[in-house]
């Protein structure tokens, strides 16, 4: 590189890539989940899983395709997402594997649909697509600001993604939630991906309105409160969220496109207000639902004392199950494969995956497993605050903001922290939709971060310095 | 833009913040109560997941056992050798339905997860061995055990024998029983046969050994006996006493009816070796209610403390009633009500030389290997009356069987001196019910005491006249007498 011939440039000073770093980091977060493995085998069967060399292997080449990658089209990205992406996702297999050889779920599965199926093998399957997902992104997307250009078709296709589960004959209501849509055989969650797509959009079109958003306001209280049509935007957002709450039943997915939305809005505007205006239309909206949906009105039941009516409502139930789960783990917990957090039955090792961490792993592994999101969480943030662009900024804020609010909910839902909604904790639950979608988020935050800590380009040797002239008059 | 920026960052930390701070409080300060809640399957999952320990009786035989299920929930379940037997000693431990008695109450023994057990358990993890329960020895003894059950047949009725050196239950039956095998499990047949159980008329699932209490009737008067001794009512049981013929209750115009001949001016010995209620009303008039009460609380009346460990009812000598009250309850009836145990240490107390030990009947808790974790030391529990007083008892009691005229002559055993008493209870409303026939007794050896019975039998199909202590009872303690004193031989 020619980083020597100017020293007029500043910025050119290169960082270190910490490529290094991650792939040791790798080497843990591919050798735990293989020990885990082991473990759950030993302590079901007594002996070591038959499975053990393949999906060691499989984890192992997947980490080490995704490095390659990062490797050669990110190279200074940030060095601790893939590892704990790698982490979290090997271990949510392990965590599925394990719930498949109970029997009591075995059970239930065969008295439900006459036959049972294991998870772990398809989530495997979709571990290997959704890393091909992440290589493809870092592969085309060579500079995110390119998805500023898709501002408003971002707008149309999450609309449409919102809009597919509740298409008659299209859309599948799984227990009350009809958040999912079936095609081929296949279920897919749109609401996953629609996180994304909508974070392009909320993305560019704030870039674009933040100024005017920000500075035309007037002085109220200490607030500085927007002008009328300024206000449309969060509105329309407001609505919409609404709409998915009324129509497909899912508080989940609502609170996180309008919390995303409100995030961002402060960020682009700079203003405090906005998160007041946003607070006071959830809590709003959310009373509003919550007094006349039947099924909100259940969940809200059922987080104020699962045991009051935990032998009238199933809903009561699963969250009763769920917290004597966690309960039951105590401090160090049951160890893996020896807890019972299958007696939560159905969805035990989708939107309650989170219990039989809580019951096997104890409050040490809860508290393990939350600092390792915390901790994508806090890169994304970094991210957002290390990119030079403002597209980028928001756009790394809205992701990682969005992945904060979706652990918040969903941990928060099984622990009994707030009212359960239907989400599923990212890169644990099985379900492809969740691993695509949230592989595809930490490639564009690893995108962002390599442009952000990519050392500026040297300025191009100007060839007239030596060439030109002075012209002297003589 | 940065700094919202930073404060996103700060709300996303305490999002987390918040959850970290809620699994703390669920799995650490709520967590006993989470997991020990009757929500939580776990518990009984739990109890079921390893081989229970037994409860095993004098003698080494275990009585209970784990059967392997194919069930997903619970890998053993709980069987009985000779259930129905046994069922008022182990109580039941059923998947569905709960624990009872010694299989409640030992349950953490049973299940190793005694706090005694630690040790067994950390060594169990290095080793590789599977967690075991331990077991509970009893004071039990089959052959006596087995005696009373099979004397006691189809009618329905109680025994309780202890050692009364000791205070060790040595018999414990109820019948008509159950055998707790039949809804051990959690199967549609276990709760068939449960819901069958729990409704029976006869109240088969009642341990009435300990858990009912009888009007004692004639048996009480032994326990009047002793209060006139004790407080210089009579000294010599020899001497008449001063009863009219009739006697009627004080401060009434009610006669007090006696079944017997002879009770006028009757002495204290011939009072009880016939049975006269004048006489007795008389002397607990005499002896006043307060101090009756004071006799009657050192025997264990109004105790409902007695754990053995399992608890037996209170049995009853009322506090607050009138002299007629107290003369009538001197002879067992009125208010006064007694669990066959209680009737036991009754006789085991006199036979005992005045001193009454505590009942108990788990003598050693074990570790699997067999190592001991707690043994239990015989203990006195008071000291009803003096040993003069209770040799002139038992001299009155061994009248009871010995002599010709005698009620408890059935109760007689071949060159052993055995005292007893006899009674019938009568209940209902105007007496209308068949009465309860009682039989206390004890039999003594050069060793000491070794055994003290009570025996009680509930509405009898015999004629009116025939159930009486002495005819229905007493040979039922006779046989249980017989076979401890036949094991003491032995061993």
């Given at each position: ?131 091909a997902l992440f290589a493809a992104v870092l592969l ?107 129509f497909e039943n899912d508080l989940g997915t609502s ?193 962002i971060s390599d442009t952000a800590r990519r050392p ?19 | ?491």
């Amino acid at each position: 590189m020619s980083v020597v011939t100017n020293t007029t440039t500043i910025g050119a000073i290169e960082l270190p890539s910490r490529r290094n770093t991650e792939l040791l980091l790798l080497a843990f977060a591919v050798v735990i989940p293989i020990f885990a493995y082991a473990n759950v085998g030993l302590s079901i069967h007594g002996k070591l899983p038959p499975g053990m060399i393949a999906y060691g292997g499989g984890l192992a080449v997947l980490a080490g395709i995704a490095h390659l990658v990062v490797r050669r089209y990110a190279k200074y990205a940030d060095p601790l997402l893939l590892p704990i992406g790698t982490l979290l996702n090997g271990l949510g297999c392990v965590l599925i594997w394990r719930l498949d050889q109970s029997e009591r779920l075995q059970n239930l599965a065969k008295r439900q649909f006459g036959q049972f199926s294991e998870s772990a093998p398809r989530q495997m399957m979709y571990t290997a697509l959704a890393i091909a997902l992440f290589a493809a992104v870092l592969l085309l997307l060579k500079d995110h600001r390119t998805l500023q250009r898709f501002t408003y078709i971002s707008m149309a296709a999450s609309l449409v993604l919102l809009i597919l589960p509740v298409i008659p004959g299209l859309g599948a209501d799984v227990f009350g939630a009809k958040i999912w849509i079936s095609v081929a055989g296949f279920s897919i969650q749109p609401g996953e991906f629609a996180k994304i797509v909508i974070a392009i959009f909320f993305a560019g079109y704030l870039m674009v309105k933040r100024d005017a958003l920000a500075l035309a306001s007037r002085r109220f209280m200490g607030l500085y409160l927007p002008r009328g049509r300024d206000l449309g935007p969060i509105l329309m957002i407001w609505a919409m969220s609404l709409l998915v709450l009324v129509f497909e039943n899912d508080l989940g997915t609502s609170l996180l496109f309008f919390g995303m939305f409100v995030i961002m809005l402060y960020v682009a505007t700079e203003r405090t207000s906005w998160i007041v205006i946003g607070l006071v239309m959830s809590v709003a909206g959310a009373a509003v639902v919550g007094a006349t949906a039947s099924h909100v009105k259940a969940r809200v039941t059922a987080w104020l004392d699962p045991f009051a009516c935990y032998t009238k409502s199933g809903a009561c139930e699963q969250v009763g199950q769920s917290i004597m789960s966690f309960g039951s783990g105590g401090v160090l917990g049951t160890g893996w494969g020896q807890g019972n957090s299958d007696l939560i039955g159905f969805a035990a090792n989708s939107d309650f995956i989170f219990s039989t961490v809580g019951e096997e792993l104890g409050l040490a592994g809860v508290m393990a497993f939350l600092l390792l999101y915390g901790l994508i969480i806090e890169r994304g943030v970094r991210t957002a605050l290390a990119a030079r662009d403002p597209f980028g900024k928001l756009f790394a804020i809205g992701l990682s903001g969005a992945f904060a609010l979706q652990i918040f909910v969903v941990a928060g839902g099984v622990m009994g922290l707030i009212p359960l909604t239907g989400m599923t904790m990212p890169f644990l639950a099985s379900g492809g939709s969740s691993v695509l979608a949230n592989w595809a988020l930490i490639g564009i935050l690893i995108r962002i971060s390599d442009t952000a800590r990519r050392p500026a380009p040297a300025p191009a040797p100007s060839p007239d310095s030596e060439m030109t002239q002075v012209v002297r008059p003589s | 833009m940065n700094k919202p920026l930073r404060r996103i960052s700060l709300f996303c930390g305490l999002l987390v913040l918040a959850l970290l701070i809620r699994t703390n409080w669920l799995q650490y300060v709520q967590a006993e109560d989470l997991s020990t809640r009757k929500e939580n399957r776990r518990v009984q999952i739990a109890q079921y997941a390893t081989q229970r320990g037994n409860i095993i009786v004098a003698g080494g035989q275990a009585i209970t056992g784990s059967a392997a299920t194919d069930g997903s929930d619970y890998k053993y379940k709980r069987v009985y050798n000779e259930g129905a037997l046994w069922a008022p000693v182990t109580g039941y431990a059923s998947q569905a339905f709960g624990s009872t008695q010694l299989e409640s109450l030992e349950d953490k023994i049973l299940t190793g997860n005694d706090d005694r057990l630690f040790f067994d358990r950390t060594i169990g993890m290095f080793t590789g061995e599977k967690k075991a329960g331990g077991n509970v020895v009893t004071t039990l003894m089959p052959d006596a055990q087995k005696a009373a059950y099979e004397k006691l047949g189809d009618k329905t009725g109680a025994v309780a024998a202890i050692d009364p050196r000791t205070g060790a239950i040595l018999a414990l039956v109820s019948t008509p029983s159950y055998d707790p095998s039949l809804f051990a499990g959690n199967s549609k047949t276990d709760e068939k046969n449960w819901v069958e159980l729990k409704d029976s008329p006869e109240k088969k699932l009642v341990n009435r050994a300990l858990r009912e209490t009888y009007p004692p009737g004639s048996t009480f008067k032994v326990v009047t006996a002793a209060a006139a001794l004790e407080h210089g009512v009579v000294t010599d049981i020899n001497a008449p006493t001063d009863t009219p013929e009739p006697f009627f209750l004080p401060t009434t115009k009610t006669p007090m009816v006696n079944h017997a001949k002879g009770c006028e001016k009757a002495t204290l010995n011939f009072a009880l070796q016939v049975s006269c209620n004048s006489v007795f009303a008389n002397v607990a008039d005499k002896v006043t209610k307060d101090k009756m009460l004071e006799t009657a609380q050192k025997f264990g009346f109004n105790n409902d403390k007695i754990d053995t460990p399992v608890r037996a009812f209170a049995s009853v000598y009322d506090k607050n009633m009138d002299r007629p009250g107290n003369s009538l309850s001197a002879i067992g009836q009125f208010n006064t009500a007694a669990t066959p145990l209680q009737m036991a240490m009754v006789a085991a107390a006199v036979a005992n030389d005045g001193k009454l030990m505590k009942p108990y009947m788990v003598d050693q808790l074990t570790a699997p290997n067999l190592d001991v974790i707690e043994k239990h030391e015989p203990q006195e529990m008071s000291r009803p009356l003096s040993p003069a007083n209770a040799q002139k008892l038992q001299q009155m009691m061994v009248n009871v069987v010995e002599n010709e005229n005698g009620t408890g002559g059935k109760a007689k055993i071949k060159d052993v001196t055995v005292g007893g008493k006899t009674g019938t209870a009568q209940h209902g409303e105007k007496n209308a019910k068949r009465p309860y026939a009682w039989f206390i007794a004890y039999a003594k050896t050069d060793k000491g005491s070794p055994v003290a019975v009570a025996v009680v039998i509930e509405d009898s199909d015999a004629d009116r006249e025939d159930i009486s202590g002495g005819g229905l009872a007493a040979p039922v303690a006779k046989a249980v007498m017989e076979a401890v004193l036949k094991n003491q031989n032995k061993g």
